[in-house]
């Protein structure tokens, strides 16, 4: 996969996380947790593209290190969202749950070489 393609994923995962945030219930818990939830998950992508700039690879660690919260961060909103229940459409869920665990692996996959790299 190359950054192309990973851009890409990551912004889908932002559109799909939308997407499943419209059909949050119209109060105060859905309201935050969308909220919170649409934030870390268009961080993922936003860093990530901000990352393939990087200006160093010390700036490149550093924004990879936000993407892997960021994810880690959607991955929390999603799991909170498939325990309180209020979202009628729990395979979307579980695949948005599946894509941030993928997402996670793939960037922490980047970091350790990233570091590795950088030692060298």
């Known amino acids: 996969m190359n950054k192309y393609d990973l851009q890409k994923r990551t912004k889908q995962f932002h559109i799909a996380v939308l997407r499943l945030c419209e059909n949050f ?3 105060i818990t859905g309201f935050e947790t969308a909220k919170q939830l649409i934030r870390s998950a268009g961080s ?5 593209r901000a990352a393939c700039r990087g200006k160093s690879k010390a700036n490149f660690i550093y924004k990879i290190d936000v993407v892997i919260e960021e994810a880690d961060e959607s991955l929390y909103w ?3 969202t498939k325990e309180i229940s209020s979202v009628p459409s ?3 869920i579980d695949a948005l749950i ?3 665990n993928e997402l996670l692996s793939i960037f ?3 970091d350790i070489t990233a570091k590795k790299n ?3």
Request: glycine share 4%; net charge positive; hydrophobic share 45%.
């Open 25 to 27: 219930p119209r109060n």
């Open 44 to 48: 993922v992508g936003a860093n990530y």
């Open 78 to 80: 999603l799991e909170i």
């Open 90 to 92: 729990i395979s979307l």
């Open 98 to 100: 599946k894509e941030a």
């Open 108 to 110: 922490t996959a980047i």
């Open 118 to 120: 950088k030692i060298k």
